[in-house]
């Protein structure tokens, strides 16, 4: 995979991560029902109205400022020195990447969230690919044409 194809791939992958995040903060109420399904809501018929749904709704709002805070700064990383072929660039953004997913995927098969841990690995499986190709090993084993 190309450079150029693998800054793509990963641009539209965080942009679409981004958009969710965003979601999650500015339409949290409509977002609710996807967010439980991937795991973050009681198993037993929602959460119960006032107090306890206005407190998830904020933890969601928060966790969607979060990931895109993440998703803005590896966006720069992805659209400057990876692009640029910085090797830093592909380290940094691997080692953030699979810090969160070993750490939120451990967490959440460890209490039983088995719905968010594949949620969890089809985000990897998004993003895994252009950073593989990009690894400094494979790029080294690369002949140059």
Known sequence: ???????????????????????????????????????????????????????????????GAVVLGWVVLLLAVVRGPLRAGDPWAVRAISASVALWFVVDTGW???????????FNGAFLALLAPPLVALSPRRSAARPRT
């Open 1 to 63: 995979m190309s450079r150029e194809r693998a800054v793509g791939w990963l641009t539209a992958a965080l942009v679409l991560v981004g958009g969710y995040a965003v979601a999650m903060v500015v339409a949290a109420p409509v977002v609710s029902d996807l967010f439980e399904a991937l795991g973050f809501g009681p198993r037993d018929g929602g959460v119960p109205a006032g107090a306890a749904t206005d407190h998830v709704l904020f933890l969601q709002g928060v966790l």
């Open 108 to 118: 959440s098969l460890a209490v039983g969230s088995w719905e968010h841990a594949l």
